[in-house]
């Protein structure tokens, strides 16, 4: 079944789904191949693999891709970026990809690669994620004969990217970019099924991009992504790379833990609070970002209830001893 599809068929529970990276070491990539058995063992609904600047991973996301379709029952998504390729080269990876079995595409524009300030496209490559989508429609059309628009079986599911952002008014109501959800219409219009969010930390950022999105004719899913709030390191270090400020409650709370084990443990009842958040909202699931470990994410779900240990792990959480977190 395709990513797309899963939007179009009744479920009885939340879509799940994990990204994970091309292991960079040989220790990283036995880790990886238990994170793989254990996150897939939870049944997610798909996987998606992500793709460095430049190409730089090429070769250890396909070589992941391949050993997810061989080894799983679990759909895996290939990300794609327009960074430092031309349409061309853009191409004949798709055309790899799809020779390998893989039809489902995250298409992003990319990030600039490390140490190059400004975003710049390749001088025959494209600048926009809307204009990946219509390649990947192009190239769907002249190899599979098939026109998306008119065929809602269409071979390939597309998927891109949504900025709920971090910012707040004076009021302190969450605010959306205009030209964040402009660029999320140029990608629907150009084909996208459906769209995976970057990471927030308050669920009316989530909200208020839907809002803004259907009141501006965006009628694809939009599905959350989100992840463990259990590492205060990790946090400050994504929020330096993508601009969304972590709450400074959230990070006194943790850091004022007094072992490892309290700050996990309060990093993950926060973490299952925003998610129940998301999910009472109106999301169609969730999209745990695992950054290559299960343990968070798998904790994540059951404190949800949302695998089969579920009910332990909410008892767990709920219990009077550990109580609720009062400072997020």
């Known amino acids: 079944m395709s990513t797309a599809s899963l939007f179009s068929v009744p479920l009885d529970r939340p879509m799940i789904s994990f990204e994970l990276y091309p292991p960079r070491t040989p220790k990283g990539e036995a880790s990886l191949q238990r994170t793989v058995g254990e996150l897939a063992a939870a ?37 794609l970026t327009c960074v430092g390729a031309s349409e061309e080269d853009l191409g004949e990876v798709v055309g790899d990809l799809l020779d390998g079995g893989v039809r489902d595409f995250l298409a992003l524009r990319g990030d600039p690669p490390e140490g190059q300030p400004d975003w710049r496209p ?8 809307s204009e990946l ?12 004969g098939t026109d998306h628009r008119s065929d809602r079986r269409s071979p390939l599911s597309i998927s891109v990217a949504a900025y709920p952002g971090g910012r707040h008014d004076v009021t302190g109501q969450p605010v959306v970019g205009v030209n964040d959800v402009a660029a999320l219409l140029a990608k629907q219009e150009a084909g996208a099924d459906f769209a995976i969010t970057q990471l927030f930390f308050d669920v009316g950022n989530y909200t208020e991009l839907v809002e803004r999105a259907r009141d501006a004719g ?109 400072h997020v």
């Open 43 to 79: 049944s997610p609904d798909f996987f998606s693999i992500t793709y460095g600047a430049s190409g730089s991973t090429r070769a250890t996301s396909r070589e992941l891709i391949r050993r997810i379709l061989a080894e799983t029952e679990v759909t895996p998504i290939a990300h």
């Open 218 to 326: 965006v009628h694809i899913p939009i599905l959350p992504g989100v992840i463990p709030l259990t590492d205060p390191s990790r946090l400050q270090r994504l929020s330096g790379l993508t601009g969304v400020p972590v709450p400074t409650d959230l990070l006194a709370h943790l850091e004022s833990a007094d072992t490892e084990a309290e700050r996990y443990r309060r990093g993950l009842r926060a973490s299952v609070d925003l998610l129940r958040e998301v999910l009472d909202a109106g999301a169609p699931g969730l999209h745990v970002y695992t950054f290559n470990s299960s343990r968070a994410a798998l904790d994540l779900l059951d404190g949800a209830g949302l695998r089969g240990a579920g009910a332990r792990a909410r008892a767990s959480l709920d219990s009077p001893t550990i109580g609720k977190v009062d």
């Open 122 to 129: 390749h001088p025959n490559g494209l600048s926009r994620a």
């Open 133 to 144: 989508v219509e390649l990947l429609r192009r190239i769907e059309a002249q190899r599979f």
